[in-house]
T-cell receptor, first 114, second 112 residues
Framework: GNSVTQMEGPVTLSEEAFLTINCTYTATGYPSLFWYVQYPGEGLQLLLKATKADDKGSNKGFEATYRKETTSFHLEKGSVQVSDSAVYFCALSSQYSSASKIIFGSGTRLSIRP | SQTIHQWPATLVQPVGSPLSLECTVEGTSNPNLYWYRQAAGRGLQLLFY??????ISSEVPQNLSASRPQDRQFILSSKKLLLSDSGFYLCAWGLAGTYEQYFGPGTRLTVT
């Protein structure tokens, strides 16, 4: 079945450091890929998405490229800020009957030191 | 614009008590609706989804149930809570034929 594997945290970085959070997936067909972010005590927010191979999703300085050959969707940011501290979830979605079904990774907690 | 509400925000309930969590969506019609549970330090587990009024699909057998009495209202219930029901419950909506889902603020349930 479909699954998502992302690097385990927690990840702790200094402000302005480069960020990479690895994510790989297993899926049949051509799923859409997502990164969601969860700030403390809140629900999940859609951070970025990519719907086909070689698409690059981007938002708020974060980027991820849909790599079908390596089944990966790694999240990157060139210079992180303290406000980026949150839990990040990689996810994939395939159409399931008339409702989409999202499979989430286990999440990676990111902490940024000032 | 669309907004999604959940209440209560936090809830502490004794084992064996009933549960009712409510989710409502504004600004869209006939959305697909979803209930997820997030256990402490873990990912999200899809519990139920609904593509229309009165239509509920269950993903995981358990002592929870869901109902959709109105187009933009989704309710999660239990007759008798277990300790293992503790967690963060998230409601989400999406449009039919699309992949994205949009999440509410969540309800933190502690069963004591």
């Amino acid at each position: 079945g479909n699954s998502v594997t992302q690097m385990e945290g927690p990840v702790t970085l200094s402000e302005e450091a480069f960020l990479t959070i690895n994510c790989t997936y297993t899926a049949t067909g051509y799923p859409s890929l997502f990164w969601y972010v969860q700030y403390p005590g809140e629900g999940l927010q859609l951070l970025l998405k990519a719907t086909k191979a070689d698409d690059k999703g981007s938002n708020k300085g974060f980027e991820a490229t849909y790599r079908k050959e390596t089944t990966s969707f790694h999240l990157e940011k060139g210079s992180v800020q303290v406000s980026d501290s949150a839990v990040y979830f990689c996810a994939l979605s395939s159409q399931y009957s008339s409702a989409s079904k999202i499979i989430f990774g286990s999440g990676t907690r990111l902490s940024i030191r000032p | 614009s669309q907004t999604i509400h959940q209440w209560p925000a936090t809830l502490v309930q004794p084992v064996g008590s009933p549960l009712s969590l409510e989710c409502t969506v504004e600004g869209t019609s006939n959305p697909n609706l979803y209930w997820y549970r997030q256990a402490a330090g873990r990912g999200l587990q899809l519990l139920f989804y609904s593509v229309g009024i009165g239509q509920i699909s269950s993903e995981v057998p358990q002592n929870l149930s869901a109902s959709r009495p109105q187009d933009r209202q989704f309710i999660l219930s239990s007759k008798k809570l277990l300790l293992s029901d503790s967690g963060f419950y998230l409601c989400a909506w999406g449009l039919a034929g699309t992949y994205e889902q949009y999440f509410g603020p969540g309800t933190r349930l502690t069963v004591t």
